[in-house]
């Protein structure tokens, strides 16, 4: 090995650098993990077989599918079915790219433990998603990454805040859309047309003591 060899080798040694590493969990936390995830997605999908199951065994097979496609175009074409549907797809949606946000930031403690998501649930705005912080991790490390949150998630922005009686609480919210925003101009009294007639007599306010004067009198 010859002497630059050995001096790089050196300088190489002597440069910090940051190890992280996952815990390793067995199979039944993994899948106790992975059920806890989906369990949305795989709720839907248990009452889809069973329902379908009950239909087929209830009614003819084209009666069984011209309802159920009833059934999906009215979710899909009712204007409050529609909104509460999407609204509810994109809060589990959140929730899992929140994750994948994690991952990529390396938002995680020493042993490769993530934040739990709790729940999640939409808003009037976006979505808000409540986290339970590991040991190790605190709100600081959230908000150094509220940018990434925003973007990963493909929102305005992103706010995170600590339950006051609890710091390992951590709410989430992400705005998507901004409630003030609005093509429809707000109604203005100086653009109103004045009422058309006579106008009432204008009644002038004298001193003390007097009679009021009516004008044109």
Known sequence: MTRTMVRSYRSTRGEPFELVTRAKHSFPVQLAGLLIRWRLELTLTLAGLLGWNWLTHHLPSWAAVSLACVAAAGLGWLEWSHRVVSRRVMAV???HRLR???????IMNYSGNLPLLLWSRPTPV??????????????LDLEANLPYLASGCGARSATARAVTWMTALVIIDIARRDP????TPAPSG????PPSGPRPPLHLVPPLGDPPIEQGA
């Open 100 to 106: 994948s946000v994690f991952i990529q930031r390396r």
């Open 126 to 139: 976006g979505d808000r998603v409540v986290l339970l912080l590991r040991a190790g991790i605190n709100l």
């Open 93 to 95: 949606l959140t929730r």
């Open 180 to 183: 003030l925003a609005t093509t």
């Open 190 to 193: 100086m653009a109103t047309t």
